[in-house]
């Protein structure tokens, strides 16, 4: 697979062909049954798949589920399609990334406080300390979160501007909210500001939005609930794309776009 950098900022089509290229988005390696399973398992209440937030009995249907996937998300909207490839719409990933950077865009012209964290540091990490740097560049404070804390899974640190949950001197996949909850509880308890966004991913995008966080971030095909979420208004952009591709240097290109649409290049 051809995986030379694009000099300089891409254009939408150059992206668009290199998200296809390195299967950020196209035909992604989550397969079909996968995803079917996490819109059935969010459906039945399956708290794990709700990332953080509160759907009450309002997604109990997976085909209502399927159906906003395909929507916003390009997934084949076809129920009797069950198993093989699936797909993202690239056009979809940059709309998305559109959405992202017009926030973005706005939190610098507030110089407003600004959160990063991420379930998927594997994939996501230094997406989220690129644009940080970006932020606190134009004047954004980053915030900077408690010490100490913890959930049932592992420690909450923050690495690189970006806080991530540590288990067993590892950073930790999750798809939790709790994490977010800690922080956003113990700046509350701290009689310290909530941040104006949060940047993010997973739970931690999630349970900032249902605490009423403005709350923007990245989810896979396989991860319907922040895509929900946006739908409803309690999530306010969701970029669709795979989390985790064969090098998190593939996303180096998709966050020239994203920091160059939000002004944010010098």
Same mark, same amino acid.
């Given at each position: 697979? =051809?995986?030379?950098?694009?000099?300089?900022?891409?254009?939408?089509? /150059?992206?668009?062909?290199?998200?296809?290229?390195?299967?950020?988005?196209?035909?992604?390696?989550?397969?079909?049954?996968?995803?079917?399973?996490?819109?059935?398992? &969010?459906? #039945?209440?399956?708290?794990?798949?709700?990332?953080?937030? /509160?759907?009450?009995?309002?997604?109990?249907? %997976?085909?209502?589920?399927?159906?906003?996937?395909? /929507?916003?998300?390009?997934?084949?909207?076809?129920? +009797?399609?069950?198993?093989?490839?699936?797909?993202?719409?690239? %056009?979809?990933?940059?709309?998305?990334?559109?959405?992202?950077?017009?926030?973005?865009?706005?939190?610098? =012209?507030?110089?407003?406080?600004?959160?990063?964290?991420?379930?998927?540091?594997?994939?996501?990490?230094?997406?989220?300390?690129?644009?940080?740097?970006?932020?606190?560049?134009?004047?954004?404070?980053?915030?900077?979160?408690? +010490?100490?804390?913890?959930?049932? %899974?592992?420690?909450?640190?923050?690495?690189?501007?970006?806080?991530?949950?540590?288990?067993?001197?590892?950073?930790?996949?999750?798809?939790?909210? /709790?994490?977010?909850?800690?922080?956003?509880?113990?700046? %509350?308890?701290?009689?310290?500001?909530?941040?104006?966004?949060?940047?993010?991913?997973?739970?931690?995008?999630?349970?900032? @939005?249902?605490?009423?966080?403005?709350?923007?971030?990245?989810?896979?095909? #396989?991860?319907?609930?922040?895509?929900?979420?946006?739908?409803? @208004?309690?999530?306010?952009?969701?970029?669709?794309?795979?989390?985790?591709?064969?090098?998190?240097?593939?996303?180096?290109?998709?966050?020239?776009?994203? &920091?160059?649409?939000? @002004?944010?290049?010098?």
């Amino acid at each position: 697979m =051809e995986t030379m950098p694009i000099p300089g900022t891409p254009s939408r089509a /150059e992206l668009v062909d290199h998200l296809v290229r390195t299967r950020i988005a196209g035909d992604v390696a989550t397969p079909r049954e996968n995803n079917l399973s996490h819109y059935r398992q &969010l459906a #039945n209440g399956v708290r794990n798949f709700w990332l953080g937030l /509160e759907l009450g009995d309002r997604w109990t249907d %997976e085909q209502d589920v399927l159906a906003v996937m395909a /929507e916003r998300v390009g997934v084949n909207d076809d129920p +009797e399609y069950r198993y093989g490839q699936d797909t993202i719409d690239p %056009e979809l990933t940059v709309d998305g990334l559109d959405r992202l950077a017009a926030r973005l865009r706005k939190a610098a =012209e507030g110089r407003q406080r600004v959160l990063f964290a991420t379930g998927h540091p594997g994939g996501l990490l230094d997406v989220h300390r690129a644009t940080a740097a970006a932020l606190r560049a134009a004047g954004c404070e980053i915030v900077v979160i408690p +010490e100490g804390l913890q959930t049932d %899974e592992g420690y909450v640190w923050q690495l690189a501007d970006v806080a991530v949950l540590e288990h067993g001197a590892t950073l930790w996949h999750t798809h939790s909210g /709790e994490p977010m909850k800690a922080i956003l509880t113990a700046l %509350e308890r701290e009689d310290r500001p909530l941040p104006d966004l949060v940047v993010a991913d997973h739970g931690w995008a999630g349970y900032a @939005g249902q605490h009423g966080v403005d709350s923007v971030g990245y989810a896979d095909c #396989n991860d319907p609930a922040l895509f929900l979420a946006e739908s409803e @208004g309690t999530v306010q952009v969701a970029v669709p794309l795979d989390d985790h591709v064969v090098s998190p240097r593939h996303y180096d290109v998709m966050t020239a776009y994203l &920091l160059a649409e939000a @002004g944010l290049t010098a």
